[in-house]
């Protein structure tokens, strides 16, 4: 069964300077509550007990805002705030935990989940990448559906998602051995490319941070050495993988929003705000009010 989740947040986040120079670009709020918290979240409603954050001295304040603040919560109680307690202790349920190791090198994205290796052990497991966050609208969810297919076919699952010709090259690209699948679907893989440029793209179908791994790859990344950009590849360990074992691309039906650049932050604050069940209908009016304005000068 998978119940451990991989997140990798050692990263620096220069694209995300000065806003991330003294905190992680994790702790950036979206709206009310840091990113990683929605990433987290949406890793449990998947149905993971067991976050394991790959991380960076400077990032402590990530583990910190899942651990409980004593202090914090017995002043909330005493001033009869609990309404605001109950949210600071809501953040995780109790039989979810967070576990951290430590990256010491910034080696690529496949050094970084091999860095949890001995917390994962042989267990499959999820990867998320905490720049992207994914919105399902209130559909089913991608992660929770990708855990599903991995249970029932034990086929490893790698989101994707359709990308415009000229960001083919930030992404792992696949190849199927059909048509594309539907949303909500998963097709095997034939082929799978980290950056390629486009003239040599299999396709257009760009890996979108979420992956369910059979605990095998733990091993293939020990082995895998650096590839693109002089990285250890996630992507490269998952081709080694593709010659002992099937691989699926699932389609995602949600929406993702990269967090990872100031276009894509602001994108999700102002998805997340309009649709904030307490702040989402004075979100739009103030949103509407500024757009007015700003036409009108
Ligand atoms: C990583 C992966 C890449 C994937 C991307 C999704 O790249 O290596 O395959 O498409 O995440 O965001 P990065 O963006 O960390 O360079």
Known sequence: MV??????????????LPASKSIPKEMLPIVDRPAIEYVVKEAVRAGIKEI????????AAIEDYFDSQ????????????HALLAEVRDILPEDVSVISVRQHQALGLGHAVACAAPVV?????????PDVLVDCNGQPEDLGAMVEKYHTSGVAQIMVEAVPAERVDQ????ALQGEAP???ESALMTRMVEKPPVQDAPSHLAVVGRYVLPGEIMEILAQTGPGAGNEIQLTD??????AQAPVAA????????????????LQAILHYASRHPQLGQKARELMAAELAESAAN
């Open 52 to 59: 394991i954050l790959v991380s960076h001295s400077a990032k």
């Open 3 to 16: 119940r451990k989740a991989v997140i990798p947040v050692a990263g620096f986040g220069s694209r995300m």
């Open 171 to 174: 992404y792992g690209i696949v």
């Open 250 to 265: 699932y389609a995602m039906r949600g929406k993702t929003f990269d967090c990872g650049n100031k276009v894509g932050y």
């Open 182 to 184: 539907d949303p909500g």
């Open 237 to 242: 360990a998952i081709v080694t993988l593709m």
């Open 121 to 129: 052990g042989e267990a499959p497991f999820a990867v998320l990448l």
């Open 70 to 81: 004593f202090e914090l919560e017995q002043q909330l109680e005493a001033k009869g705030k």
